[in-house]
């Protein structure tokens, strides 16, 4: 059993409901994002619900590199050593490329890529030196394919940590260490609040899946299985004209 789990952007969303999930599963959590009221909210509900636990928390932008070093590095020693780590932490701006915004699609591939590049090379050294670890990133379905318009530039940061970790599991595949890459569709969350997105299902429904997926530590999975594991397979085939058409 993984029972020191870290997840970052884990003040809200997707992230927060995780934590409350793994917490119901007497799981140990270090918690990191930038906003660290919400975090000590969580923190002092968790602690309250699950008085057993320990919810360790910290301070973390993880655009900082160094800074992600550092608190992962300080929240192993501070758990007694990390067992799995998730990379949550994420941003959903963007325009279409070619329009104007690039500040702002520079940032989605910073913070959804870069920063995911500095945080699966953080977990990875303590997962190497102990020769065991699960590492899990949250990718996106909308990682399948190349998509127009204002998602264009998430779509492939989704793509790029999605073959960061398939690389990285290709290069652990003889080891006890696992890799992860969960591709959630539409699940409510602060990202994606849209009440009438298609096939969009609650925070907590979304995330009971995610966790049964991580829980199985399988190397990819689209999540909820139904309907994303059928739209994932049409999405891989799918003529771009109606990629471009309905997306």
């Not at 501070?78 to 949550?88: H, P, Q, T, Y």
């Not at 290069?171 to 539409?186: E, F, H, K, N, Q």
């Not at 899946?209 to 085939?237: D, N, Q, Y």
């Amino acid at each position: 059993m993984r029972k020191n789990i870290l997840i970052t952007g884990a003040s809200a969303g997707l992230g927060a409901e995780m934590a409350r999930q793994f917490a119901a599963l007497g799981r140990n959590l270090a918690l990191c994002a930038r906003r660290t009221d919400r975090l000590d909210r969580l923190r002092g509900e968790l602690t309250a619900a699950h008085p057993g636990l320990t919810v360790a928390v910290r301070r973390l932008d993880v655009t900082d590199h160094d800074a992600v070093f550092t608190v992962f590095r300080e929240l192993d020693e501070e758990l007694g050593g990390l067992d799995r780590v998730i990379v949550n932490a994420g941003i959903g701006k963007g325009q279409p490329v070619g329009t104007g915004h690039f500040p702002a699609n520079l940032h989605t591939a910073e913070t959804n890529f870069v920063a995911a590049l500095a945080q699966c090379e953080a977990a990875m050294e303590l997962f190497r030196e102990r020769g065991a670890g699960h590492l899990v990133v949250i990718s996106s379905v909308s990682a399948l394919r190349g998509l127009p318009g204002a998602v264009t530039t998430y779509a492939a940061t989704k793509a790029g940590v999605s073959a960061l970790a398939e690389g990285i599991r290709a290069d652990t595949l003889r080891t006890p260490i696992r890799v992860s890459a969960i591709l959630p569709g539409y699940i409510r969350s602060e990202m994606n609040p849209e009440p009438h997105a298609p096939m969009i299902v609650s925070t907590e429904k979304g995330v009971r899946a995610m966790v049964r997926a991580i829980e199985r530590e399988v190397p990819s999975a689209c999540v909820p299985p139904w309907p994303w594991r059928l739209i994932g397979a049409a999405m891989r085939v799918a003529p771009l004209r109606l990629i471009a058409r309905f997306l």
